[in-house]
């Protein structure tokens, strides 16, 4: 596991620790975001807010050339790789099924507790990361 990936994912478990039951509003209109009006928005975006790898700017960023979104409101792993972030395969497929859940309406600890089902994700939920 990467640094930051432990970090990403121990984040993204105790928001949900917090609020288990937060379903994100605007996830049923196809309008998450990582950021909106200035704050963090989605449970991806809060945990990269929170480590400091977007802030307020992310909202306004123009589409990359490459798949023409605008990287505040792409997949979580398209973000990742345009943030850099040196995540390892089963890091980015954990995050991004959580955040891939959230945006179908599903609460974050229930996001959570579906990304922990994946084989691949068996290493992730070692001491020390709430699992």
């Given amino acids: ?4 990936g432990k ?7 105790k928001l949900a620790e917090r609020d288990p039951g937060y379903v994100d509003p605007n996830a049923d ?12 928005d989605c449970i991806i975006g809060r945990a990269l ?19 023409g979104n605008r990287p505040n409101n792409d997949l979580a792993h398209v973000v990742f790789q345009y943030l850099g972030l040196d995540l390892d395969e ?5 995050l991004a099924t959580v955040q891939l859940k959230q945006d179908g309406q599903m609460p974050w ?8 089902l994946r084989p691949s ?6 001491v020390g990361l709430g699992g």
């Fill in 121 to 126: 994700a068996r290493h992730l939920t070692v």
């Fill in 7 to 13: 970090k990403l994912i121990a984040s993204v478990r």
């Fill in 109 to 116: 600890a229930d996001a959570v507790a579906y990304a922990d």
């Fill in 29 to 40: 209109n196809g309008g998450c975001m990582y950021v909106r009006g200035g704050d963090p």
């Fill in 1 to 4: 596991m990467s640094v930051i």
């Fill in 49 to 67: 807010w929170e480590h400091g790898l977007i802030n307020e700017s992310f909202e306004a960023l123009p589409a990359p050339i490459e798949d």
């Fill in 90 to 94: 089963d890091e980015i497929n954990w």
